[in-house]
């Protein structure tokens, strides 16, 4: 029987997809949301053929935004169950099943997946004090790495989908949906048998925002006020706030180099600016009909 997962990611080399063609159970359905502006003529050519081959429906988009591909995604999927996968990841063979069976013997809507990251490959965390993502126990839990995660396809569109105002490296995206989705009542499982390898490529889709720790602008710091915003709390709100800066100077990279400081603390001030004008006009939720409308339909 086929699976009723569509992985859903952007991609920048084939790769990722040489492993996901290899799951058994196979996908129904595989949609790709190229984020990238230009790929290298290897991987357009090798993308083009897949698509005419109808091995994957290759969709492109505008312009680099996490939310907006996955709300894309969900606007576009068939299926009841959505599987969303980072492009620069090796998944392991039983990926979809134990997707899939967490779903069925948990009655989870959203199920998080187990992601080894480069410098957690081989060490076992098995009696690790405290939840990780390269954890091999199985837990409720209250957030999900957006790189590998299944939910169910209706449950996500009725809690309007991710929030496109998480722009530029959309961070904190996952958190923000998690909260709505922890606020409706519903629980997250993670499920440690759902394993994919993160390879962490420095380049393609929203990487292109650049490295944190050496820019002024606000690419970065955006989605940490506009979370804080969104699921304000009074005083404990207020505090992350007023930390917010302070951690992001304090680090290794400003201590050995403080001259990159003011440039730091101008991208969180502008950060701020930014995150308090996208809150005044409220989120940005999905909607299929523009989503069909921003999104280049099948093979180019």
């Given at each position: 029987?086929?699976?009723?997962?569509?992985?859903?990611?952007?991609?920048?080399?084939?790769?990722?997809?040489?492993?996901?063609?290899?799951?058994?159970?196979?996908?129904?359905?595989?949609?790709?949301?190229?984020?990238?502006?230009?790929?290298?003529?290897?991987?357009?050519?090798?993308?083009?053929?897949?698509?005419?081959?109808?091995?994957?429906?290759?969709?492109?988009?505008?312009?680099?935004?996490?939310?907006?591909?996955?709300?894309?995604?969900?606007?576009?999927?068939?299926?009841?169950?959505?599987?969303?996968?980072?492009?620069?990841?090796?998944?392991?063979?039983?990926?979809?099943?134990?997707?899939?069976?967490?779903?069925?013997?948990?009655?989870?809507?959203?199920?998080?997946?187990?992601?080894?990251?480069?410098?957690?490959?081989?060490?076992?965390?098995?009696?690790?004090?405290?939840?990780?993502?390269?954890?091999?126990?199985?837990?409720?839990?209250?957030?999900?790495?957006?790189?590998?995660?299944?939910?169910?396809?209706?449950?996500?569109?009725?809690?309007?989908?991710?929030?496109?105002n998480f722009v530029r490296v959309a961070y904190n995206f996952e958190a923000e949906f998690a909260y709505r989705y922890r606020c409706s009542g519903r629980?997250?499982?993670?499920?440690?048998?759902?394993?994919?390898?993160?390879?962490?490529?420095?380049?393609?889709?929203?990487?292109?925002?650049?490295?944190?720790?050496?820019?002024?602008?606000?690419?970065?710091?955006?989605?940490?006020?506009?979370?804080?915003?969104?699921?304000?709390?009074?005083?404990?709100?207020l505090r992350a706030l007023m930390r917010r800066p302070i951690g992001a100077i304090a680090t290794r990279h400003h201590i050995r180099r403080p001259w990159?400081?003011?440039?730091?603390?101008?991208?969180?001030?502008?950060?701020?600016?930014?995150?308090?004008?996208?809150?005044?006009?409220?989120?940005?939720?999905?909607?299929?009909?523009?989503?069909?409308?921003?999104?280049?339909?099948?093979?180019?």
């Amino acid at each position: 029987m086929r699976s009723p997962f569509q992985p859903t990611g952007a991609t920048r080399s084939c790769s990722t997809l040489a492993t996901i063609f290899a799951l058994e159970p196979p996908a129904d359905e595989i949609l790709v949301l190229d984020q990238t502006v230009r790929h290298d003529a290897k991987t357009e050519q090798e993308l083009h053929a897949l698509a005419e081959q109808g091995r994957i429906r290759h969709i492109r988009l505008q312009a680099p935004s996490i939310p907006v591909a996955m709300n894309v995604g969900l606007a576009r999927a068939e299926a009841d169950l959505v599987l969303f996968l980072d492009d620069d990841v090796v998944v392991e063979p039983d990926l979809i099943s134990a997707h899939i069976a967490a779903h069925r013997t948990q009655d989870a809507n959203l199920v998080a997946g187990r992601v080894i990251q480069p410098w957690q490959e081989g060490v076992d965390y098995s009696t690790a004090p405290s939840f990780h993502f390269a954890t091999t126990r199985p837990a409720w839990i209250d957030q999900f790495m957006g790189g590998n995660f299944s939910v169910d396809r209706k449950t996500a569109i009725s809690l309007g989908g991710f929030d496109e105002n998480f722009v530029r490296v959309a961070y904190n995206f996952e958190a923000e949906f998690a909260y709505r989705y922890r606020c409706s009542g519903r629980r997250i499982y993670f499920e440690p048998a759902a394993t994919i390898h993160h390879l962490k490529i420095p380049s393609g889709g929203t990487r292109t925002f650049g490295e944190h720790l050496r820019t002024s602008r606000p690419d970065h710091a955006v989605g940490a006020y506009y979370y804080v915003l969104r699921t304000w709390s009074g005083w404990r709100s207020l505090r992350a706030l007023m930390r917010r800066p302070i951690g992001a100077i304090a680090t290794r990279h400003h201590i050995r180099r403080p001259w990159w400081v003011p440039m730091t603390l101008l991208a969180e001030f502008r950060g701020l600016m930014w995150a308090i004008g996208l809150a005044a006009r409220g989120p940005k939720h999905i909607n299929p009909e523009v989503c069909n409308a921003q999104a280049d339909a099948g093979p180019r």
